[in-house]
Protein backbone atom coordinates (compact mmCIF):
# COMPACT_ATOMS: atom_id res chain seq x y z
CA UNK A 1 0.00 0.00 0.00
CA UNK A 2 0.99 3.18 -0.42
CA UNK A 3 2.34 5.83 2.18
CA UNK A 4 3.45 9.60 2.10
CA UNK A 5 5.62 10.88 4.75
CA UNK A 6 6.07 14.40 6.04
CA UNK A 7 8.95 16.15 7.94
CA UNK A 8 9.45 17.53 10.09
CA UNK A 9 6.56 17.78 11.81
CA UNK A 10 6.49 21.08 13.75
CA UNK A 11 8.46 23.65 13.03
CA UNK A 12 9.35 27.33 14.37
CA UNK A 13 11.82 29.35 12.59
CA UNK A 14 12.60 33.06 12.84
CA UNK A 15 11.91 35.57 10.18
CA UNK A 16 14.96 35.69 7.62
CA UNK A 17 15.97 32.22 8.20
CA UNK A 18 15.94 29.28 5.79
CA UNK A 19 13.67 26.54 5.66
CA UNK A 20 13.35 22.89 3.99
CA UNK A 21 10.79 20.31 4.54
CA UNK A 22 10.57 16.86 2.58
CA UNK A 23 7.58 14.64 1.63
CA UNK A 24 8.47 11.45 0.01
CA UNK A 25 5.80 8.89 -1.10
CA UNK A 26 6.44 4.73 -0.85
CA UNK A 27 4.85 2.06 -2.63
CA UNK A 28 4.09 3.99 -6.02
CA UNK A 29 5.76 5.28 -9.31
CA UNK A 30 5.68 8.40 -10.94
CA UNK A 31 3.08 10.06 -8.27
CA UNK A 32 1.87 13.62 -8.99
CA UNK A 33 2.88 15.36 -6.10
CA UNK A 34 1.60 18.61 -4.45
CA UNK A 35 2.28 21.15 -2.06
CA UNK A 36 -0.56 23.18 0.19
CA UNK A 37 -0.99 25.14 2.65
CA UNK A 38 -3.56 26.18 5.25
CA UNK A 39 -3.18 29.20 6.68
CA UNK A 40 -5.33 29.90 10.21
CA UNK A 41 -9.12 29.63 9.53
CA UNK A 42 -8.76 29.12 5.95
CA UNK A 43 -8.97 26.61 3.53
CA UNK A 44 -6.26 24.59 1.54
CA UNK A 45 -4.07 26.56 -0.91
CA UNK A 46 -2.55 24.76 -4.11
CA UNK A 47 1.10 25.99 -3.76
CA UNK A 48 3.41 23.93 -6.21
CA UNK A 49 2.68 20.91 -7.78
CA UNK A 50 4.92 18.13 -10.05
CA UNK A 51 3.92 15.61 -12.69
CA UNK A 52 7.64 14.27 -13.03
CA UNK A 53 11.35 14.71 -11.69
CA UNK A 54 12.42 18.12 -12.25
CA UNK A 55 8.81 19.32 -13.15
CA UNK A 56 7.23 21.61 -10.69
CA UNK A 57 4.46 24.43 -11.55
CA UNK A 58 3.95 27.02 -8.93
CA UNK A 59 0.15 28.55 -8.45
CA UNK A 60 1.13 31.72 -6.30
CA UNK A 61 3.75 33.91 -6.25
CA UNK A 62 5.52 34.18 -3.18
CA UNK A 63 8.60 33.40 -1.44
CA UNK A 64 8.77 29.94 -1.69
CA UNK A 65 9.84 27.11 -3.65
CA UNK A 66 10.22 23.75 -4.99
CA UNK A 67 12.19 20.90 -5.84
CA UNK A 68 11.93 17.44 -7.12
CA UNK A 69 14.79 15.76 -6.92
CA UNK A 70 13.92 11.65 -6.50
CA UNK A 71 10.55 10.26 -8.54
CA UNK A 72 8.83 10.01 -4.89
CA UNK A 73 10.40 12.98 -3.34
CA UNK A 74 9.08 16.47 -2.92
CA UNK A 75 10.75 19.67 -1.29
CA UNK A 76 9.43 22.65 -0.42
CA UNK A 77 12.09 25.30 0.61
CA UNK A 78 12.46 28.91 1.27
CA UNK A 79 15.75 31.60 1.32
CA UNK A 80 14.05 33.85 3.50
CA UNK A 81 11.14 33.29 5.69
CA UNK A 82 8.47 36.06 6.06
CA UNK A 83 5.88 35.91 9.10
CA UNK A 84 3.05 35.56 6.66
CA UNK A 85 4.68 31.89 5.83
CA UNK A 86 3.28 30.45 8.92
CA UNK A 87 0.86 27.83 8.77
CA UNK A 88 0.47 23.58 8.13
CA UNK A 89 1.95 22.76 5.24
CA UNK A 90 0.67 19.48 3.20
CA UNK A 91 1.88 17.16 0.68
CA UNK A 92 -0.44 15.26 -1.52
CA UNK A 93 0.20 12.43 -4.20
CA UNK A 94 -1.83 10.88 -6.97
CA UNK A 95 -1.14 8.73 -9.60
CA UNK A 96 -1.09 10.20 -13.03
CA UNK A 97 -3.62 8.09 -14.32
CA UNK A 98 -6.04 7.42 -11.25
CA UNK A 99 -9.18 9.50 -10.88
CA UNK A 100 -8.98 13.20 -9.42
CA UNK A 101 -8.56 12.52 -5.72
CA UNK A 102 -5.51 13.07 -3.47
CA UNK A 103 -4.03 11.98 -0.41
CA UNK A 104 -2.57 13.94 1.97
CA UNK A 105 0.23 13.91 4.51
CA UNK A 106 -0.04 13.99 8.06
CA UNK A 107 1.48 17.52 7.28
CA UNK A 108 4.11 20.19 9.30
CA UNK A 109 3.11 23.23 11.31
CA UNK A 110 5.40 25.68 10.52
CA UNK A 111 5.18 28.86 13.14
CA UNK A 112 7.90 31.81 11.90
CA UNK A 113 8.25 34.34 14.98
CA UNK B 1 -11.70 34.88 -6.77
CA UNK B 2 -13.32 32.09 -4.46
CA UNK B 3 -14.34 29.34 -7.05
CA UNK B 4 -15.54 26.94 -4.18
CA UNK B 5 -17.46 28.11 -0.90
CA UNK B 6 -18.87 27.05 2.66
CA UNK B 7 -20.69 29.31 3.42
CA UNK B 8 -21.37 27.70 6.91
CA UNK B 9 -18.20 28.16 8.98
CA UNK B 10 -19.63 25.61 11.47
CA UNK B 11 -22.59 23.26 11.99
CA UNK B 12 -23.65 21.52 15.36
CA UNK B 13 -25.98 18.66 15.06
CA UNK B 14 -26.81 15.70 17.29
CA UNK B 15 -25.77 12.20 17.50
CA UNK B 16 -28.06 10.06 15.36
CA UNK B 17 -29.10 13.10 13.25
CA UNK B 18 -28.45 13.72 9.81
CA UNK B 19 -25.37 16.12 9.03
CA UNK B 20 -25.96 18.37 5.56
CA UNK B 21 -22.77 20.63 4.67
CA UNK B 22 -23.08 22.20 1.49
CA UNK B 23 -20.68 23.78 -0.79
CA UNK B 24 -21.62 26.07 -3.53
CA UNK B 25 -19.47 26.97 -7.02
CA UNK B 26 -18.44 29.24 -9.56
CA UNK B 27 -17.37 27.32 -12.22
CA UNK B 28 -19.08 26.00 -14.89
CA UNK B 29 -16.17 23.93 -16.06
CA UNK B 30 -15.57 21.96 -12.50
CA UNK B 31 -16.22 17.78 -13.40
CA UNK B 32 -15.52 16.31 -10.54
CA UNK B 33 -16.32 17.19 -6.84
CA UNK B 34 -14.85 15.81 -3.58
CA UNK B 35 -14.92 15.79 0.50
CA UNK B 36 -12.30 15.48 2.86
CA UNK B 37 -12.76 15.12 6.41
CA UNK B 38 -9.88 16.84 8.40
CA UNK B 39 -9.03 16.33 12.06
CA UNK B 40 -6.68 19.05 14.12
CA UNK B 41 -2.74 18.62 13.46
CA UNK B 42 -3.72 15.91 10.52
CA UNK B 43 -3.73 15.70 6.77
CA UNK B 44 -7.45 15.66 5.36
CA UNK B 45 -8.63 12.32 4.61
CA UNK B 46 -10.73 12.10 1.24
CA UNK B 47 -14.17 11.45 1.81
CA UNK B 48 -16.48 10.81 -0.85
CA UNK B 49 -16.66 12.09 -4.66
CA UNK B 50 -18.88 12.79 -7.43
CA UNK B 51 -18.27 12.99 -10.88
CA UNK B 52 -20.42 15.73 -12.67
CA UNK B 53 -22.19 13.10 -14.90
CA UNK B 54 -24.29 11.96 -11.81
CA UNK B 55 -25.85 13.46 -9.28
CA UNK B 56 -25.94 11.17 -6.71
CA UNK B 57 -23.18 9.12 -4.52
CA UNK B 58 -23.62 6.74 -1.90
CA UNK B 59 -21.17 5.19 0.62
CA UNK B 60 -22.56 3.86 3.66
CA UNK B 61 -23.31 6.62 5.91
CA UNK B 62 -22.42 9.21 3.26
CA UNK B 63 -23.87 10.22 0.79
CA UNK B 64 -23.28 13.63 -1.79
CA UNK B 65 -25.59 15.31 -3.87
CA UNK B 66 -24.93 17.60 -6.97
CA UNK B 67 -27.08 20.14 -8.56
CA UNK B 68 -25.18 21.76 -11.37
CA UNK B 69 -28.08 23.79 -12.24
CA UNK B 70 -28.17 25.51 -8.83
CA UNK B 71 -23.97 24.55 -9.44
CA UNK B 72 -24.45 23.11 -5.43
CA UNK B 73 -23.37 20.25 -3.95
CA UNK B 74 -23.77 18.58 -0.45
CA UNK B 75 -22.52 15.77 1.80
CA UNK B 76 -25.19 14.27 4.43
CA UNK B 77 -24.22 12.05 7.42
CA UNK B 78 -26.38 9.47 8.35
CA UNK B 79 -26.56 9.03 10.93
CA UNK B 80 -23.98 11.20 12.66
CA UNK B 81 -21.17 9.79 15.33
CA UNK B 82 -19.38 11.67 17.20
CA UNK B 83 -16.54 10.53 15.67
CA UNK B 84 -17.64 12.58 12.54
CA UNK B 85 -16.59 15.25 14.38
CA UNK B 86 -14.27 17.62 12.19
CA UNK B 87 -13.56 19.67 9.38
CA UNK B 88 -15.12 19.05 5.90
CA UNK B 89 -13.54 20.34 3.03
CA UNK B 90 -15.54 20.65 -0.75
CA UNK B 91 -13.23 20.30 -3.42
CA UNK B 92 -13.77 21.02 -6.72
CA UNK B 93 -11.74 19.81 -10.13
CA UNK B 94 -11.39 20.75 -14.05
CA UNK B 95 -9.67 18.39 -15.98
CA UNK B 96 -7.81 16.34 -13.08
CA UNK B 97 -4.76 17.09 -11.47
CA UNK B 98 -5.84 20.40 -9.57
CA UNK B 99 -7.96 20.83 -6.80
CA UNK B 100 -9.58 24.03 -5.78
CA UNK B 101 -10.56 24.12 -1.75
CA UNK B 102 -13.24 25.75 0.18
CA UNK B 103 -12.57 27.08 3.26
CA UNK B 104 -13.96 24.34 5.21
CA UNK B 105 -16.87 23.41 7.41
CA UNK B 106 -16.26 22.57 11.31
CA UNK B 107 -18.82 19.91 12.33
CA UNK B 108 -19.59 18.86 15.84
CA UNK B 109 -21.63 16.12 16.71
CA UNK B 110 -22.91 15.78 20.22
CA UNK B 111 -23.57 13.03 22.30
Known amino acids: SQTIHQWPATLVQPVGSPLSLECTVE??????LYWYRQAAGRGLQLLFYSVGIGQISSEVPQNLSASRPQDRQFILSSKKLLLSDSGFYLCAWNTGTSTYEQYFGPGTRLTVT | DQQVKQNSPSLSVQEGRISILNCDYTNSMFDYFLWYKKYPAEGPTFLIS?????DKNEDGRFTVFLNKSAKHLSLHIVPSQPGDSAVYFC??????????FGAGTILRVKS
Open chain 1, 27 to 32: GTSNPN
Open chain 2, 91 to 100: AASQYGNKLV
Open chain 2, 50 to 54: ISSIK
